[in-house]
């Protein structure tokens, strides 16, 4: 896994999107909790990783580890979380999604 971390953050453009969802029995976790699986695509442009990751939260703190170090654009929706990232890293340019746009 690290090393994919590594190779996502390799590349001059990231994409970033989290969607919901609900795991069932899952300990310490009602059925009915919120969890979120976090997407990140990016890497060398000739061979281009995608990552999933598991969390039960939304909050900056995935994203924040996951683009330590990252120099380049990130193209995500207009979740906050997002843009809190970009002003502690600015070497990170955010860039929008035009899926997003309507």
Do not use: F
Request: overall charge neutral; aromatic content about 10%; charged content about 25%.
């Amino acid at each position: 896994m690290e090393r994919y971390r590594q190779l996502i953050r390799e590349g001059p453009v990231m994409h970033m999107d989290e969607t919901r969802m609900q795991v069932r029995n899952e300990p310490g976790r009602s059925d009915t909790a919120t969890s979120w699986m976090w997407l990140a695509r990016g890497g060398p442009v000739d061979a281009p990783v995608t990552l999933y990751a598991y969390h039960t939260s939304r909050g900056t703190g995935h994203p924040m580890q996951l683009l330590q170090d990252y120099n380049g654009y990130l193209k995500t929706d207009g979740y906050e979380v997002y843009q809190r990232v970009s002003r502690n890293h600015p070497e990170i340019t955010l860039v929008g999604c035009w899926a997003h746009a309507r």
